[in-house]
């Protein structure tokens, strides 16, 4: 079955930098569009990032374009997401995605927290 499994969150101050990883099974990786998604509390989930199979087109939430970067490793079925300057609007929590046959799949997702 699809299996999502993302880490590398954390606490860290304004201007700072965290670098998220998914690791996906269960599925052919390769096959499929990916997306980083975050859901702050009291808010709905937001779309912050999407990257083509072949991680040859990119596409990003205007709030994250140019300090977020998605990439991916077809070769270990993984996609990651960096974020640098950090602020503290950034903080929530964190879901890797994929829509896989009409049906979304998410990891448990992983807390980032950006405070001074």
């Known amino acids: 079955q699809v299996q999502l499994v993302e880490s590398g969150g954390g606490l860290v101050q304004p201007g700072g930098s965290l670098r998220l990883s998914c690791a996906a099974s269960?599925?052919?990786?390769?096959?499929?569009?990916m997306r980083w998604y975050r859901q702050a509390p009291g808010k709905q989930r937001e779309l912050v990032a999407t990257?083509?199979?072949?991680?040859?087109?990119?596409n990003y939430a205007d709030s994250v374009k140019g300090r977020f970067t998605i990439s991916r490793d077809n070769a270990k079925n993984t996609v990651a997401l960096q974020m640098d300057n950090l602020k503290p609007e950034d903080t929530a929590v964190y879901y890797c995605?994929?829509?896989?046959?009409?049906?979304?799949?998410w990891g448990q997702g992983t807390q980032v927290t950006v405070s001074s």
């Open positions: 995605s994929v829509r896989r046959r009409g049906d979304d799949y």
């Open positions: 269960g599925f052919t990786f390769s096959s499929y569009y």
């Open positions: 990257i083509t199979n072949a991680g040859t087109i990119t």
